[in-house]
């Protein structure tokens, strides 16, 4: 492998390292729920009119129970066993919805049964279903137990294919995800002290868990499963949305999108709202099926920093860990720490890039539209950001402690002549891939330790490569 060892002044202060060679990182010791419900008084939706067939729609019925506990000053509200359909849920503060084992909580598959609220989607703030399950505004809630929580999403993903069929060949591709309204499964948006733990999520219409402008959120030991009875489009598991003080642990997650993924806002609306994702913990997950384990992006306008991900596991997962923008999104990731990493049959290892999927990042509008009214959230994606503001930045990223198996490629990382890939540090990582890769405009990465067996036996690829270090 060739190596470049010039030194070069780096610009910035370098962070303060601890015994271990690692920088300190005490935040990591604030963050996830502060509390839970403490009260125990027991709301039943049978008791509010809720029928459990999974075929009479329950939706007034669990409400009522939810707001009769809420009323109360919180509490438990819970399902007798057997299957409920229903469509939107708002939770309030003080309440722990308990769906416990032997409760199978069905989301309708009538999109009218999921009133449309202002909410963030995929980056662009807009109008939009409600989740099944919501918690909006509102503090100290708890969504738990060992029972199922199936999206019956497939309905949702037929639509979305057969508008994608229409909308491609006409050059929308980069609108298609916005005006296919599906449901989201479970929606936290500017809450604080909010706990999602031991549930099973199946068939998510869209996004399974998004946390969107809250703080202090948990999400514990639940598993995800979007690839029931087929492959849904676009069913990201965790989704952190410009929040702060975000833990996600002990998770089993298998979908067809990025399986965790941060994210902070899309061009010109999310350079508006300017709201980072940061000081969030990942730790002892497993991803299956999915394009990424841990994926930062593409929506950065915001920015995206200081983030803790250790103790995780790929296995099959398409890519190991993804950074991704667009050169008109703008916003800094950095501060990315990645430790005790294991994966095994992963296409990439790390993907990094700024010119993510142009098709749908890239917003121009065909000329059958020239002179027509067009719906306010086509207004915003076609907004035009200037290349100062819509310049994204990668830089900080720490990757130790990995060992990779039977992959397919160790990396392949595109900067951009006017933001290289800065800083990366790679430390003790055992690698067997079938080639490791390739490297476009980076400067200044360190490699400690790093061993590289690809079965074509050829090194990586670099090209506009500064000060790439091998001790």
């Known amino acids: 492998m060739k190596w470049l060892s010039l030194t070069l002044l780096l610009l910035v202060i370098p962070p303060v390292l601890n015994a271990a060679g690692w920088p300190e990182m005490l935040w990591t010791k604030d963050v996830g729920a502060r509390q839970r419900p403490a009260a125990s008084t027991v709301f039943l939706v049978n008791d509010y009119g809720a029928v459990a067939d999974g075929r009479t729609s329950g939706t007034a019925a669990i409400q009522k129970a939810i707001d009769a506990c809420a009323g109360k000053g919180g509490g438990i509200v819970s399902f007798l066993p057997g299957k409920y359909l229903s469509g939107s849920l708002f939770l309030k503060e003080g309440v722990h919805f308990q769906i416990p084992e032997g409760v199978v909580l069905l989301g309708s598959t009538q999109l009218s049964d999921y009133p449309d609220i202002p909410t963030r989607v995929a980056g662009v703030e807009m109008m939009w279903p409600a989740a099944l399950i919501n918690v909006l505004g509102t ?97 990201d598991g965790i989704d952190i949305d410009s929040s702060s003080k975000i833990l996600v642990q002990n998770s089993d997650i298998d979908c067809n999108d990025d399986n965790i993924c941060l994210k902070a806002g899309r061009d010109a609306d999310g350079l508006r709202v300017n709201r980072p994702t940061e000081y969030v913990v990942i730790r002892n997950c497993i991803s299956r099926a999915g394009a990424g384990l841990l994926t930062c992006g593409s929506e950065t306008s915001g920015g995206i920093r200081y983030v803790l991900a250790e103790g995780l596991r790929a296995k099959g997962t398409s890519v190991g860990v993804r950074l991704k ?123 400690t330790n790093v061993t590289i067996k690809a079965d074509d036996l050829k090194e990586l690829r670099l090209q506009h490569a500064e000060n790439l270090q091998k001790k």
């Open 139 to 235: 503090k100290n809630v708890s969504v738990g137990g060992k029972g199922i929580v199936h999206g019956q999403g497939k309905v949702f993903w037929d639509a979305y294919w057969a508008l994608r069929k229409e909308y491609e060949p006409r050059g929308l591709r980069w609108i298609v995800d916005y005006d296919s309204k599906r449901p989201r499964t479970l929606l936290v948006a500017e809450s604080t002290d909010i706990t999602v733990s031991d549930l099973t999520f199946q068939q998510s219409g869209f996004w399974t868990i998004h946390i969107l402008y809250s703080q202090y959120c948990t999400v514990d030991n639940v598993v995800i499963q979007n690839n029931i009875d087929g492959h849904g489009p676009s069913t």
């Open 325 to 447: 923008s667009a050169m008109n999104r703008g916003g800094i990731t950095e501060h990315i720490y990645i430790r005790d990493v294991d994966m095994e049959n992963v296409r990439i290892v790390l993907e990094a890039t700024m010119n993510w999927n142009p098709a749908y990042s890239y917003s121009k509008l065909p000329g059958e539209f020239n002179g027509h009214p067009l719906p306010d959230h086509w207004n915003k994606m076609l907004q035009v950001v200037d290349s100062v503001r819509g310049t994204p930045f990668f830089r900080n990223v720490w990757l130790s402690d990995v060992k990779i198996r039977n992959s397919a490629e160790f990396m392949r990382v595109s900067g951009n002549k006017t933001s290289y890939m800065e800083q990366f540090s790679f430390r003790n990582i055992d690698a067997q891939v079938q080639k490791a890769g390739s490297v476009n405009y980076a400067r200044n990465w360190e490699f």
